[in-house]
């Protein structure tokens, strides 16, 4: 004779249990993020302003040596709003990029490059000046890199030394070379980070390699606008 | 067992590094600098202490042929759950974390202690337990990252105590210092133990 089995020892129940589970976490998870999402949403677009500002702070005025973090988000957003204009470029085709303008006059470029590091993918705004020809400023803005070495990479000394370096010169792009941390970087020289050579090397390539392509097919000879 | 005996029996005499040589994995990536080190460890604790009391909650519910699986999914629910609200309150801890926080959920200590503890125990008693086993995982860290950052960056919570006199030692920012660390310190509490027997 057959003997009746509960529920809770048949095999259904497991199937049961997992479903009701992940119904309840699922549920409460997406709640929370619907909470959090407009937060986070603007933390990133005021850091991205910031961080545009920052590149360029020498020439606000406003600013007059205070520091950027110092501002509440409503005052980055005005001027942010005055000084900085969103743009895109044909190729490739809505790659977006920021001009920083002052006065009517245009000083400088900031895009938005990208490179291969050791764990991830090193994501950087880097400014140029109008003509191309020395750099202004770079701002790691997302790494993923080993925390003590490449991650390093986010440290002040390490970005700031980038800024006067050369990118190009006629139609020569110059190809800066990295030297031992703690040494004395001559022209065209950079500082590289002790025992991660492999992300030092990836925020150079990000700001020569892919600015050189679309410096050619967007603002070579011809065609600057 | 009171409730003091289960704390001191989970953060040292059967700490999750020394004694279970458990979640060595993330023990080596984050110690070489103390703040890392401090904030994986109050991540650790969190996630132990909630899920544990869960797991705890609900195991007369849970059918033992899928608990693994149930006990992953609530450690994953509360790490995504502290991963939110770092990005939604403290954005700038969430930027330094990066994703460390997400690599909580594989910290088999978690698990284990789910399965040796919370799995046959009440909430309160377990959530003491997580949290025992999260303080004993924050202090070896403490402990290495101390010995790390101090011999590899001449600092102390990034506040640098050596000059500039001071040769860092690559070694000891690399994964492989930690694991002659580890060792030592294992070394040291054996030794400790023999004496005392």
Request: include cysteine.
């Amino acid at each position: 004779m057959k003997e009746k089995i509960s529920f809770r020892d048949s095999r259904f129940y497991p199937v049961f249990f997992m479903i009701i589970l992940s119904a309840i976490l699922t549920f409460i998870l997406a709640f929370s993020y619907q909470l959090s999402k407009d937060r986070v949403q603007m933390y990133q677009v005021l850091s991205l302003q910031t961080n545009l500002l920052d590149l360029f702070k020498g020439e606000i005025s406003e600013l007059n040596n205070k520091l950027i973090n110092d501002y509440t988000p409503d005052e980055i957003n005005k001027l942010y709003n005055k000084y900085i204009t969103k743009r895109t470029l044909q190729n490739p085709l809505g790659f977006h990029y920021y001009e920083f303008i002052q006065n009517g006059n245009r000083s400088g470029y900031v895009f938005l490059v990208s490179a291969k590091g050791l764990w991830s993918t090193i994501k950087l705004l880097v400014a140029i000046d109008p003509d191309f020809s020395n750099y202004l400023g770079i701002k790691i803005i997302n790494q993923g890199e080993t925390p003590g070495l490449g991650a390093r990479i986010t440290e002040d000394w390490f970005q700031e030394q980038f800024t006067g370096k050369r990118f190009h010169q006629g139609d020569k792009f110059i190809k800066l070379q990295m030297i031992e941390e703690g040494e004395d970087p001559e022209a065209d020289q950079v500082s590289q980070i002790t025992g991660a050579t492999v992300s030092s090397k990836a925020v150079i390539t990000a700001i020569q390699d892919e600015l050189e392509t679309l410096y050619k097919q967007n603002f070579g000879s011809g065609k600057v606008n | 067992m009171s409730k003091k005996e289960i704390f001191i029996k989970s953060a040292f005499t059967e700490n999750a590094i020394w004694v279970q040589i458990l979640g060595i994995c993330s023990a080596l990536a984050v110690t070489n600098q103390m703040k890392n080190s401090l904030v994986m460890g109050l991540g650790v604790i969190f996630t132990l202490a909630l899920s544990m009391f869960t797991i705890s909650m609900i195991r007369s519910l849970i059918p033992s042929r899928v608990r693994m699986m149930a006990q992953t999914f609530i450690i994953a629910f509360y790490v995504i759950l502290v991963d939110l609200f770092l990005k939604a309150v403290l954005p700038d801890v969430s930027q330094q974390l990066g994703p460390y926080v997400g690599l909580i959920i594989t910290n088999c200590i978690i698990m284990g202690r789910a399965e040796a503890f919370a799995i046959k125990n009440t909430p309160l008693d377990s959530m003491i337990d997580g949290i025992g086993a999260g303080v004993g995982y924050t202090l070896v860290l403490l402990i290495i990252s101390f010995i790390r950052e101090l011999f590899g960056f001449g600092a102390i919570f990034g506040y640098q105590v050596l000059g500039s006199w001071w040769t860092r030692w690559s070694i000891m920012v690399m994964a492989p210092s930690a694991f002659f660390l580890l060792a030592m310190l294992i070394w040291i509490v054996e030794i400790r133990k023999r004496k005392k027997a």
